[in-house]
């Protein structure tokens, strides 16, 4: 089943994608390795680990503002550490898109 969800999740990602860069040749489809879950242990499982909920987003449908909301993007932080998810609307699976290290702040101070 959650081979299937996320099935679903990149044949949107890919459809979404092709629908709003359809005419730049500089970017292409992908596919990309993510660990899902169901929403509520996913994210238990990240805040057990020690990860702090940092911000969440919403991906919305054609990359428009004014689009319906298809994704929640969350990310985590823990010392030099970031861990970021994608949730759909349907509330059956939370994916793990990255776990990285040796963050960098590149933010310039105001």
């Known amino acids: ?5 996320l099935l679903f ?5 890919i459809a979404l994608s092709e629908e709003t860069y359809q005419n730049n040749t500089n970017l292409a489809p992908s596919t990309m390795p993510v ?5 509520d242990y996913v ?3 990240i805040i057990n680990k020690g990860f702090q909920l940092e911000n969440a987003s919403l991906g919305r449908a054609g ?4 689009g319906e909301p298809v994704m929640l993007i969350t990310t985590y932080s823990k010392n030099d550490q970031i861990v970021a ?3 759909i609307p349907t509330g059956e699976s939370s994916c793990i898109m990255y776990h990285t290290f040796d963050r960098t ?4 101070e105001q």
Request: positive net charge; glycine residues 4%; charged residues 30%.
């Open 105 to 108: 702040e590149l933010k310039k």
């Open 35 to 39: 660990i899902c879950g169901h929403p």
């Open 43 to 45: 994210h238990k499982f």
């Open 85 to 87: 998810t994608v949730d």
């Open 1 to 5: 089943m959650q081979k299937l969800i």
């Open 63 to 66: 990359a428009r503002p004014d």
């Open 9 to 13: 999740v990149l044949i949107s990602t």
